[in-house]
């Protein structure tokens, strides 16, 4: 008997000790990794504005088993943040689509619920535990239901059915008594009934461009995973659509000031002011974004998303992969702004770079070659009339005069260096102006003056901007002969200018890190960009593990073509970059110059 004793004893205590160092493993490994973000979950529960009735309160938490289910149901949703998987409710796009639980019957589910349940702690309040359990799941438990309805809508040039809807988001999450935004959202739904959970998600760039307006664009891209994907569309608080920070920074009535000024300071200036008088100008960072797109995510009752993305798009998706990782399917970043790259300051020897490029294209190509035989030269004496101040316009409609600013025309030179199709122009353009005519500059940087207030929302712009970049670019993000450039520090110290006059949120060193992440990743960039060039792409995808680069040859900034589709289309059906051939994509026909 004693003999048995002991060795009940012995395997107790043996028992005992595996099941506390098994506890130590698990803390060590499952726990303790995501114990800052689940306590960033619990702290801030509460701010949605989500008070439940009496009723849903003394069923909840009205006794001790009130309290344990309550915990447990939010330890459930804690599982569901950081457990892999498709997330709870059914499909709200596709009603005939059955209902998924996270990890149903899965035992590291249960294993995580009811360590979790634990780990919450008891100290927390009923209160604190109804407003997390409220907000983990997204419906206010009776109170101001947090639902997303889509009606049927048309939009422009878009030839397949569309649905329309708005969803309610606090501006400042830490203050529920605040102002409410309506973020603007489009369904695409997938043309067949054979609709898959994971919906492709245009991320709009600039910043301050809106993805709603580009529809028509992204029906045609993927049409053919349009088939049995849905395309959702959501303009970014501050878009469009979505509480837009509209600013008028050209005058009609004074043209000349946007011959000098990119961002003219005066009009910014009011435009801060009247936006100031309605919005929270902080509240409208790319953080902030993201969870106004995974509540958009789980409100439609969508799996884990497609992103596409481009320009500074990939900015919205790299914040979005690193606070929402389990939300993420697959990622394409194409013409990608690393998120520790601070811009504009590479901006002047990127566009340098791609003017010597169409220098040596033109001296390449016979017809341009033969037409402007002394470019560079021809160049020179432009930049140096323009130095002296010697470029003088008739304004348009006007008997009055302007002298064009050398860095304002080398900033527009700069934005006709994205891409190849726009680049070919600038040869004509500088002999043009050599000899004396100035005015198809003059036009072209007033079109484009006037067309940016509409196709950007500008508060958005220098709100991230300012916030994010500007106050991180120093001299040596210039480059040591900035002087020898034609851009010089022009675009910088404009947008130094500008975000003087704007409001800033608060950026850590936390958020200017690296993404490093496991989502496959498919990365694009044109060698002809002159916007974000392919150290940009090199650089960002170091912390991608599972990714694939792919270089497209005389193409520009996001610039999209067949090849490039294929292989998307095999990326996203497969949800893996394994296989996807980089080196087969044959170069795209560069435009011919314009000559004339």
Same mark, same amino acid.
């Given at each position: 008997?004693?003999?048995?004793?002991?060795?009940?004893?012995?395997?107790?205590?043996?028992?005992?000790?595996?099941?506390?160092?098994?506890?130590?493993?698990?803390?060590?490994?499952?726990?303790?990794?995501?114990?800052?973000?689940?306590?960033?979950?619990?702290?801030?529960?509460?701010?949605?504005?989500?008070?439940?009735?009496?009723?849903?309160?003394?069923?909840?938490? #009205?006794?001790?088993?009130?309290?344990?289910?309550?915990?447990?149901?939010?330890?459930?949703?804690?599982?569901?943040?950081?457990?892999?998987?498709?997330?709870?409710?059914?499909?709200?796009?596709?009603?005939?689509?059955?209902?998924?639980?996270?990890?149903?019957?899965?035992?590291?589910?249960?294993?995580?619920?009811?360590?979790?349940?634990?780990?919450?702690?008891?100290?927390?309040?009923?209160?604190?535990?109804?407003?997390?359990?409220?907000?983990?799941?997204?419906?206010?438990?009776?109170?101001?239901?947090? $639902?997303?309805?889509?009606?049927?809508?048309?939009?422009?040039?878009?030839?397949? /059915?569309?649905?329309?809807?708005?969803?309610?988001?606090?501006?400042?999450?830490?203050?529920?008594?605040?102002?409410?935004?309506?973020?603007?959202?489009?369904?695409?739904?997938? $043309?067949?009934?054979?609709?898959?959970?994971?919906?492709?998600?245009?991320?709009?760039? #600039?910043?301050?461009?809106?993805?709603?307006?580009?529809?028509?664009?992204?029906?045609?891209?993927?049409?053919?995973?349009?088939?049995?994907?849905?395309?959702?569309?959501?303009?970014?608080?501050?878009?469009?659509?979505?509480?837009?920070?509209?600013?008028?920074?050209?005058?009609?009535?004074?043209?000349?000031?946007?011959?000098?000024?990119?961002?003219?300071?005066?009009?910014?200036?009011?435009?801060?002011?009247?936006?100031?008088?309605?919005?929270?100008?902080?509240?409208?960072?790319?953080?902030?974004?993201?969870?106004?797109?995974?509540?958009?995510?789980?409100?439609?009752?969508?799996?884990?998303?497609?992103?596409?993305? #481009?320009?500074?798009?990939?900015?919205?998706?790299?914040?979005?992969?690193?606070?929402?990782?389990?939300?993420?399917? $697959?990622?394409?970043?194409?013409?990608?702004?690393?998120?520790?790259?601070?811009?504009?300051?590479?901006?002047?020897?990127?566009?340098?770079?791609?003017?010597?490029?169409?220098?040596?294209?033109?001296?390449?190509?016979?017809?341009?070659?033969?037409?402007?035989?002394?470019?560079?030269?021809?160049?020179?004496?432009?930049?140096?009339?323009?130095?002296?101040?010697?470029?003088?316009?008739?304004?348009?409609?006007?008997?009055?005069?302007?002298?064009?600013?050398?860095?304002?025309?080398?900033?527009?030179?700069?934005?006709?260096?994205?891409?190849?199709?726009?680049?070919?122009?600038?040869?004509?353009?500088?002999?043009?102006?050599?000899?004396?005519?100035?005015?198809?500059?003059?036009?072209?940087?007033?079109?484009?003056?006037?067309?940016?207030?509409?196709?950007?929302?500008?508060?958005?712009?220098? $709100?991230?901007?300012?916030?994010?970049?500007?106050?991180?670019?120093?001299?040596?993000?210039?480059?040591?002969?900035?002087?020898?450039?034609?851009?010089?520090?022009?675009?910088?110290?404009?947008?130094?200018?500008?975000?003087?006059?704007?409001?800033?949120?608060?950026?850590?060193?936390?958020?200017?890190?690296?993404?490093?992440?496991?989502?496959?990743?498919?990365?694009?960039?044109?060698?002809?960009?002159?916007?974000? /060039?392919?150290?940009?792409?090199?650089?960002?995808?170091?912390?991608?593990?599972?990714?694939?680069?792919?270089?497209?040859?005389?193409? #520009?900034?996001?610039?999209?073509?067949?090849?490039?589709?294929?292989?998307?289309?095999?990326?996203?059906?497969?949800?893996?970059?394994?296989?996807?051939?980089?080196?087969?994509?044959?170069?795209?026909?560069?435009? /011919?110059?314009?000559?004339?």
């Amino acid at each position: 008997m004693r003999l048995i004793h002991k060795v009940v004893t012995a395997s107790v205590l043996a028992f005992g000790l595996c099941l506390l160092v098994g506890l130590w493993i698990y803390d060590a490994k499952m726990i303790q990794p995501h114990r800052m973000d689940m306590e960033e979950i619990l702290n801030t529960a509460n701010v949605n504005d989500r008070t439940p009735p009496a009723s849903v309160r003394a069923r909840l938490a #009205g006794d001790n088993p009130g309290m344990l289910r309550l915990r447990f149901r939010v330890a459930q949703q804690l599982v569901g943040q950081f457990i892999p998987g498709p997330q709870p409710g059914a499909h709200a796009l596709h009603p005939g689509a059955p209902a998924q639980q996270p990890g149903a019957g899965d035992w590291r589910t249960t294993l995580h619920t009811a360590l979790w349940g634990t780990l919450i702690g008891f100290h927390r309040s009923a209160d604190d535990l109804i407003g997390m359990y409220c907000t983990l799941t997204l419906h206010g438990c009776g109170g101001t239901t947090q $639902t997303l309805e889509l009606s049927p809508c048309n939009l422009t040039a878009v030839y397949t /059915p569309a649905r329309c809807g708005t969803f309610d988001v606090l501006e400042n999450p830490q203050r529920p008594e605040g102002r409410h935004l309506s973020i603007s959202v489009v369904v695409l739904p997938a $043309t067949s009934k054979r609709a898959q959970p994971d919906p492709i998600v245009v991320l709009a760039g #600039g910043p301050g461009e809106d993805a709603i307006s580009a529809a028509a664009d992204s029906a045609q891209q993927f049409a053919s995973l349009h088939e049995d994907h849905d395309i959702l569309l959501v303009d970014q608080r501050g878009a469009a659509h979505s509480a837009p920070l509209h600013c008028d920074l050209f005058s009609p009535e004074d043209p000349a000031i946007s011959l000098r000024d990119l961002f003219p300071v005066a009009a910014i200036k009011r435009c801060a002011q009247q936006l100031g008088q309605q919005a929270d100008l902080t509240q409208y960072s790319y953080s902030h974004f993201a969870n106004d797109l995974e509540q958009v995510r789980r409100a439609l009752g969508y799996g884990p998303l497609n992103l596409s993305a #481009g320009s500074y798009g990939t900015r919205a998706a790299q914040v979005f992969i690193r606070t929402h990782p389990d939300s993420v399917r $697959t990622a394409y970043l194409g013409s990608v702004v690393p998120i520790d790259v601070a811009i504009p300051g590479p901006f002047t020897t990127t566009s340098q770079a791609a003017l010597e490029k169409m220098f040596d294209a033109c001296l390449a190509d016979r017809d341009c070659q033969a037409a402007f035989p002394n470019l560079r030269a021809e160049f020179a004496s432009v930049v140096a009339r323009l130095d002296a101040g010697k470029a003088q316009v008739l304004l348009p409609g006007s008997t009055l005069t302007a002298v064009l600013d050398r860095g304002r025309v080398a900033e527009w030179f700069r934005s006709r260096l994205y891409r190849p199709h726009t680049a070919v122009n600038l040869p004509w353009l500088i002999h043009q102006a050599y000899g004396g005519d100035w005015g198809a500059i003059r036009d072209g940087i007033l079109a484009n003056a006037q067309a940016a207030d509409s196709a950007l929302s500008f508060g958005l712009l220098f $709100t991230i901007t300012c916030s994010t970049d500007v106050p991180f670019v120093n001299d040596q993000d210039l480059g040591a002969n900035v002087q020898a450039t034609f851009l010089r520090d022009y675009r910088l110290r404009q947008q130094q200018a500008a975000c003087a006059a704007w409001p800033k949120f608060p950026v850590t060193a936390g958020d200017r890190m690296p993404i490093h992440s496991p989502v496959p990743t498919m990365f694009v960039s044109g060698d002809s960009d002159g916007g974000t /060039p392919l150290s940009f792409m090199e650089h960002a995808a170091q912390g991608f593990t599972n990714h694939i680069e792919l270089i497209q040859q005389n193409q #520009g900034h996001t610039e999209w073509n067949e090849c490039v589709s294929k292989k998307y289309d095999e990326f996203v059906r497969s949800g893996s970059v394994a296989g996807i051939r980089t080196d087969d994509c044959k170069p795209e026909r560069r435009p /011919p110059f314009k000559t004339n």
